[in-house]
């Protein structure tokens, strides 16, 4: 089977090449840092501008929280900004080596980064300071990016809450964001391996958390039902998050991608993949949408077989998708929008 090309709705120059992390994306909303000073939001279908704010960079971390955009430059100033509007509602500086930006609830927690300062907790409200976490992490550990984890009372107490986990020690632990206090640990067979760029965790459909601990073991945690080994693999594995989509979990190993049947404990090599060029993935319905350094997003189907391709104007430096249909890819100097729901019509890339 000829594989096909996938849709591309529209793309976007941003003048400069902006850090992947300025760009966040939910149902119906996007924002990205472009032009060296300005945060813009786009209408996710179309890439037209519907409103820009002048900030001090264009290296800096954007969240995307309900009715509010935050933005922590990386001079160090968290801005808060109304997402209809545009308006700043508050900002506070003297931030800087913060790094991570994790919103939950009307709590907002910032640090952790390579160790450099201690977590800090303000309110979504006004940006005044919380408590400090009290969740036993080491002094100066470096932290995974904290995971928002919306916890129901069947699963022991209503409140958000976020996941921790450092470089030293073997274990997860949850932490009410509203007090700070932890209210959830588990055991691993060693710490949470995370890059330095970007989240540790990516979460399936179903809500499991899939993680590596150590270099080989892949893992998911649910909070009603604890942590479990999904896979134990023969070789290192590269730091980011693998993929899960159903029952199949996919691992970018470092020579290509390796596909993981859950059910039957099968495993198959993505075929016709130039060895070490992949760089990671996002879950679509039916497979995966894989990134390459060559400027390549590739899906593949469940079995395996690359089912469609698109080569963008330079590198991609990171897949975000918006839940939906829709899968952003910024790279260098460039943004671009591909609808994925188009995908369904692409023989054999739905189950």
């Not at 793309?11 to 945060?39: I, K, Q």
């Not at 460039?334 to 609808?339: R, Y």
């Amino acid at each position: 089977m000829t594989d096909q090309s996938l849709p591309v709705l529209w793309s976007r120059p941003l003048h400069l090449r902006s850090s992947d992390m300025t760009l966040a994306a939910a149902a119906g909303a996007l924002v990205v840092a472009e032009r060296h000073s300005r945060l813009a939001r786009l209408d996710p279908q179309t890439g037209t501008l519907l409103w820009e704010q002048r900030v001090e960079d264009c290296w800096g971390t954007t969240v995307i929280t309900g009715e509010r955009c935050l933005y922590l430059s990386q001079a160090g100033v968290l801005h808060c900004f109304d997402m209809y509007s545009g308006q700043q509602t508050w900002s506070v500086p003297d931030l800087r080596l913060r790094g991570y930006v994790s919103v939950s609830g009307s709590v907002v927690l910032l640090g952790g980064w390579r160790g450099y300062r201690p977590l800090l907790r303000l309110d979504l409200m006004n940006g005044e300071r919380l408590p400090a976490p009290t969740s036993g992490l080491p002094p100066g550990s470096g932290l995974a990016w904290p995971l928002p984890v919306r916890m129901s009372p069947e699963q022991g107490f209503g409140a958000d809450a976020v996941l921790i986990a450092n470089d030293t020690q073997a274990k997860l632990s949850l932490v009410d964001a509203r007090t700070g206090f932890p209210r959830g640990e588990w055991s691993l067979p060693a710490p949470v391996r995370f890059p330095d760029h970007g989240s540790a965790y990516s979460v399936a459909e179903d809500g499991r958390i899939v993680f590596l601990s150590g270099t080989r073991t892949v893992m998911a945690l649910h909070p009603r039902d604890g942590v479990e080994v999904l896979w134990q693999h023969d070789g290192d594995l590269p730091s980011g998050p693998p993929i899960l989509a159903g029952r199949r979990l996919w691992l970018v190993t470092g020579v290509g991608v390796t596909m993981i049947d859950l059910d039957r404990g099968g495993r198959s090599d993505v075929q016709h993949l130039p060895l070490g060029n992949t760089r990671g993935g996002v879950p679509v319905s039916g497979g995966a949408l894989l990134v390459r350094v060559d400027a390549y997003l590739i899906a593949v189907d469940q079995a395996g077989e690359i089912v469609a391709r698109l080569r963008l104007p330079g590198r991609v430096d990171r897949l975000v998708s918006d839940g939906r249909s829709l899968v952003h890819a910024i790279g260098k100097g460039h943004l671009s929008t591909i609808d994925i729901s188009a995908m369904s019509a692409v023989s054999g890339c739905m189950p």
